[in-house]
C-alpha cells in the first residue's frame, strides 16, 4: 500500500512538474532559432492573436501564424540562410506581384498605401466595394486571376506572382495550394477572421506591412481605430443598456443571425449595447446561423434597435422593403419607435474601419439628434 501510494504521489508530481513546464514553454513564447540569425525583438500587438512577428539581425524577419505556419521574410539582395527548416517558407523582398485571394486583406492593404503591390485578385472587378481596388482592376493594374478554388495559373506564373494570399477556404482545396508551391509560389494562409477581438483583425494590417516594409504607416493607421476604441470605451455612456438586434432575412424567408460570440456581436457589446438574439456559445468555426422568422421574432421582437445586413442582398432605404421581407417585423418595438438603420454594401470588406463601426453603433445608441440619418457604414430607415 506504501508502495503505491508513493507511486501515485510521484506521479502526480511529474504530472504537475510537466503541466508547469508546458505552461511556461507557452508564456515564454521563446523565438525560433535561425541558423546564422540572432533574434533582435518581437512586435508588440494589442489585440491580435493569430500570428507573431519576430525580428532578427540583418532585416530578417521571422512570421508565425497559428496553425498555418511560419515565413522568412528575407531582405532585397539577400539570401535564406543554409539550413532554414524545411517547414520554414521563404518569401523574397520586394514582394510587389502579389495574387490576392483573402478579401477581408484588400482594405488593410489600401490603409497602408499597398494597393500597387498586389497585381493579382481573387475577386472580379465588380465584386470590390473598395475603391481603390475598382480603380486599380479598372486601369489593368490588377488583373482578375481566378477564385481560390480555380486560379488561372498561367496567368499568375506569366505575371512573376511573388506570393498568393489566401483565406482558410484553401483548405477545401488542398491541391491548388500543393500546385501554386510546386510552382515555386509562396502560400501564406491568413486567418484574421478568427480574432475575437474585432480590432484584432484590423491589426493584421501590421503584418502585410511587414511584408511591404511599411510598419510605421501600419502604427499609424491602427492607432486611428485604437482611438476611437478608447474613446467609447471611456465614454461616460459606455453601458447604453440597449439592447440590438443584427440579422438579415434570407431568399427562403428564414433570419440569418451573427453568434454571440461572433466579432459583430463584440462590436456591440463593446459599443455599450446588448446583441440578441443570445445564441449561445458555440465552437462551430460558422459565425452565423439560421432561424426561423417565429422563432427570431420571439426572442427578438423587444430589441431597442435593429441594424439590418444588407451586404448579401442589397441596401435598403425604407423602412417599407425592410416589412416587405416580414410583416411580423411590423410588431417590433425597434420598427414602432424608429431605431432601424442598415449597414452600407461595404462593411465587411472594410476591416480598418471596425474601430470606426463601434463608434457608429455607439453613436446610434446614444444619440438624441433626431435628424441624423447617415453614419460611416450605417444609415437610417424611415
Known amino acids: 500500500m506504501k508502495k503505491y501510494l508513493l507511486y501515485l504521489f510521484t506521479a502526480i508530481t511529474l504530472l504537475c512538474a510537466c503541466t508547469f513546464t508546458v505552461q511556461a514553454a507557452a508564456e515564454d513564447k521563446t523565438p525560433a532559432e535561425l541558423p546564422g540569425l540572432t533574434y533582435d525583438h518581437s512586435m508588440e500587438l494589442s489585440y491580435a492573436q493569430e500570428f507573431s512577428v519576430d525580428y532578427y539581425n540583418d532585416g530578417y524577419t521571422l512570421i508565425t501564424i497559428v496553425d498555418e505556419g511560419q515565413y522568412l521574410l528575407v531582405p532585397e539582395g539577400k539570401e535564406a540562410p543554409e539550413g532554414l527548416d524545411k517547414n520554414i517558407t521563404v518569401l523574397q523582398q520586394p514582394l510587389d506581384n502579389i495574387y490576392l485571394v483573402a478579401t477581408s486583406a484588400m482594405d488593410l492593404f ?21 475603391q481603390e481596388a475598382k480603380d486599380a482592376m479598372e486601369a489593368g493594374h490588377m488583373i482578375y486571376a481566378g477564385k481560390y478554388n480555380a486560379p488561372d495559373y498561367e496567368l499568375i506564373l506569366n505575371k512573376g506572382c511573388d506570393l498568393a494570399i489566401e483565406s482558410t477556404m484553401i483548405h477545401h482545396n488542398p491541391e491548388v495550394q500543393e500546385k501554386l508551391e510546386q510552382f515555386g ?7 484574421s477572421s478568427y480574432e475575437p477581438h474585432p480590432l484584432g483583425r484590423t491589426e493584421w494590417m501590421k503584418l502585410y506591412a511587414v511584408l511591404l516594409g511599411k ?19 471611456s465614454s461616460d455612456d459606455k453601458d447604453t443598456g440597449k ?5 438579415y432575412i434570407n431568399s427562403t424567408g428564414a433570419v440569418n443571425v451573427r453568434k454571440s460570440n461572433d466579432y459583430v456581436s463584440e462590436m456591440i457589446h463593446l459599443a455599450g449595447g446588448t446583441y440578441v438574439p443570445d445564441t449561445g456559445k458555440s465552437d462551430n468555426a460558422l459565425s452565423t ?17 435593429i441594424i439590418y445586413n444588407s451586404t448579401i442582398d ?6 417599407s422593403e425592410l416589412l416587405a421581407k ?4 411590423a410588431d417590433f418595438k425597434a420598427v414602432k419607435d424608429g431605431n432601424v438603420w442598415c449597414t452600407g454594401k461595404n462593411l465587411f470588406q472594410e476591416t480598418t474601419g471596425l474601430g470606426t463601426m463601434i463608434e457608429d453603433i455607439h453613436t446610434i445608441l446614444t444619440t438624441e439628434d433626431d435628424s441624423l440619418d447617415e453614419l460611416n457604414y450605417v444609415h437610417k430607415l424611415k
Do not use: C, H
Open 215 to 233: 510598419e510605421d504607416v501600419a502604427e499609424k493607421a491602427f492607432k486611428e481605430q485604437t482611438d476611437k476604441l478608447d474613446k467609447v470605451l
Open 110 to 130: 489600401r490603409a497602408i498605401d499597398g494597393i500597387d503591390n498586389i497585381r493579382l485578385s481573387g475577386t472580379k472587378e465588380n465584386g470590390w466595394y473598395i
Open 289 to 305: 446561423m439560421n432561424m426561423q422568422m417565429e422563432e427570431f421574432y420571439a426572442k427578438a421582437k423587444d430589441a431597442d434597435y
Open 243 to 247: 439592447t440590438v438586434a443584427f440579422f
Open 185 to 191: 509560389i509562396p502560400v501564406m494562409v491568413e486567418r
Open 326 to 329: 416580414s410583416e411580423l417585423l
Open 314 to 319: 442589397g441596401e435598403l432605404t425604407s423602412i
